[in-house]
């Protein structure tokens, strides 16, 4: 039903900037959009995320630096990372929730993801 290819990963000094692009097909209204990681040996955790109204929400250790954003029209979800640091690399997935007017929280309320992105931050 939802299908996402997720682009834009790659490796960067600290302090430099990523937009990461995933692009959709299928039914994305009423869907959130989300932007999720997960470094080695670590649980994948939320990064950010957006309705289907644009409104936005941040983990609390990317606010200031990264910005999600979605063109419904072309059906890509956007991240804009900046002043990256070495704890930021991790593998970076796209994901679509359920129908929800509040986007929620757990991973198991995504039922699409993408084949994820890396990205590599060096000091």
């Known amino acids: 039903q939802v299908q996402l290819v997720e682009s834009g990963g790659g490796s960067v000094q600290a302090g430099g900037s990523l937009r990461l692009s995933c692009t959709a097909s299928?039914?994305?209204?009423?869907?959130?959009m989300g932007w999720f990681r997960q470094a080695p040996g670590k649980e994948r955790e939320g990064v950010a995320d957006?309705?289907?109204?644009?409104?936005?929400s941040y983990a609390d250790s990317v606010k200031g630096r990264f910005t999600i954003s979605r063109d419904n029209a072309r059906k890509t979800l956007y991240l804009q990372m900046n002043s990256l640091q070495p704890e930021d690399t991790a593998m970076y997935y796209c994901?679509?929730?359920?129908?929800?007017?509040?986007?929620?929280?757990?991973?198991?309320?995504?039922?699409?993801w993408g084949q994820g992105t890396q990205v590599t931050v060096s000091s």
């Open positions: 994901a679509a929730s359920g129908t929800y007017y509040i986007c929620p929280r757990n991973l198991a309320e995504y039922p699409y």
């Open positions: 299928g039914y994305t209204a009423n869907r959130c």
């Open positions: 957006v309705d289907s109204y644009g409104s936005t």
